[in-house]
Structures are given as structure tokens and as C-alpha cells.
């Protein structure tokens, strides 16, 4: 099975283009491919691994880092949530993730599984973890290119978004210069949709969450790299895919059922889907159902084996 989990002064010019960042209502950039049926992938990323403690870290932040939900790492690691973590203590990571089937080039997001995949001429480079868009501010779906690349940026808070600091009773602003207080962290990758983009945080626990004013959250580390990795033009697909089935290399059988923030389903039609899928690919009688049906109840967020035990 093919696993791949990498870990890891602002301009004013830059900043006049950021003056929307994140603060538009999701209405635009419907995707036609979110009507096609599902496809069976045939990739995991995440998987078994491990974290050393740096200095700082909380176990929240760690979680978020690698996508993998707070109780299973702390019952994986025999931790107590209010247990201090020592710096250099190794922690046991597993955040199997199904890869969905997407163009050969380019960025590719999950919104239901928070998730975000580069590829380069067919490779998968990068599988990383990511904050997006809360179930009243949704991020687009669609197809997009990256259109600003910048390091650094500053933030003009859109009026959108100092009314809301002003209903919630926040100091209002209507600039956050770059720096350790900037919610963009240190890298902006803009979408050639007027005020989304891919960035940075300085709230490294918020990652793999939907609380985003429609932007999509990177671990800072994580975003610098794709700062790096990518160029203007740059295709990002963004698509909305609460389950997906996977066959790696081997012959195991692979579910993961996502959260459906958006109310785009139901772990009903979910199933039905699933039982299509497996009916064009042959692959109905190697599927331990109940098994299937319980991931589709009870959605993790994590790929799992769903093909029968070996002898039935």
C-alpha cells in the first residue's frame, strides 16, 4: 500500500490584494463533477507513524497536525488529556486516509474529510490536513487556479468580518500586520476566486475542523511548503465527498466516511452509493457490510478495512 504523510517583510502591495481574504459567502464555483458518480480510488495516505513533542505543542494541535481525532490519539497513547507532554516524548500516530481519485497535477480538497492532496505528474507529493470553510460560510466547490502567491501577508479585515468581531463583542480591526497575530500565518496561496484562498494560522489547534470564513487552513509549516511546491496558475479542484472507497495495492478494501457539515447526504444514500460503486467494480462480495454500514453511521473522519476476514 502507497502511504505518503509529509510533515514539515509582508509588502504593501501584497496586502491591497488580501483585503477580501476569506470573507465573501460561498455562492460561486459550482463543480459539474459533484454530480458524477463516485470512483474507486486506489491510494492511502497517513497511515501508522510517529510524533516527537516539540517544545510548546499541545496535544490538540498535534491532533490537528495529522488529522487524526483527539480520543484515538490519546487512547492510542495511553494519555491523559490533562497529562503535561514533555518535549522529545514520541507519540504514536495512525491517520490512514483514503486518497480520492483526482486530476494528475494540481491541489486537490476534500471539504468533508478537511483534507487537501498535491500531486506532480501523477505522484501524490503532499497529503496534509486542513481547516475549511463552517457550515454558514461555506467554501466554494469548483474548479479554480492558484492566482497570488505571497509570503508574509497582511491582513485587511473585510467589513464582513469586523461586524462579526463587533456582534461578538471582539476589539474590532480593520488591519492585522504580519506576525505572530496574523490568522494568515506565513503563507498565502490566493484562488482565482475573488477572496478565497489556501494560508496559513497561528492557531495550529483549529486545523482539520470547519470553522473557516470560506478559506481553506494550513498548518503554517504545511503552507509554507506549498508555497514552495506550487506556481501561479496552478489547478485546485475543490469537491465535497463525504465516503470514499479504496483498493491499494494488496487487495484490501478501504472505507472512510467523512462528517457531511453541509447536509449534502445522508448515511442512507451514502450506502446505497456505496453498494453501486461496489456493484460496477465486482467488489460486492468481498465487502463485510456491517462493518461498511457501522463507518457509514458513525463517521471518523479515517479510512478503515471494510474487506471480509480472510475464510468467509
Known sequence: MSRVWCTGAARRAAALLLWAACALPATAGASPSETTPPELSHELAGGPGQHCVRSGETLLAIAARYGEPLARLLSDNALDARAPLRPGQCLRIDNPQVVPPGPADGILINLPQRMLFLRSAGQLVAAWPVAVGRPDWPTPLGRFRVAQLRRDPV?????????EMRREGKPVLSEVPSGPDNPLGHAWVGLDAPGYGIHGTNAPASIHSFRTHGCIRLDDDHATQLLQAVRLGTPVHIVYRSWLLAEPPGGQLWLQANPDPYRRGSAAASLRELRELAARE???ARID?????????????LAGRIDQPAGR
Open 282 to 284: 465486482g467488489l460486492q
Open 155 to 163: 491582513w485587511h479585515v473585510p467589513l464582513s468580518i469586523q461586524e
Open 289 to 301: 457490510w456491517p462493518r461498511a454500514q457501522a463507518l457509514l453511521q458513525a463517521p471518523q473522519g
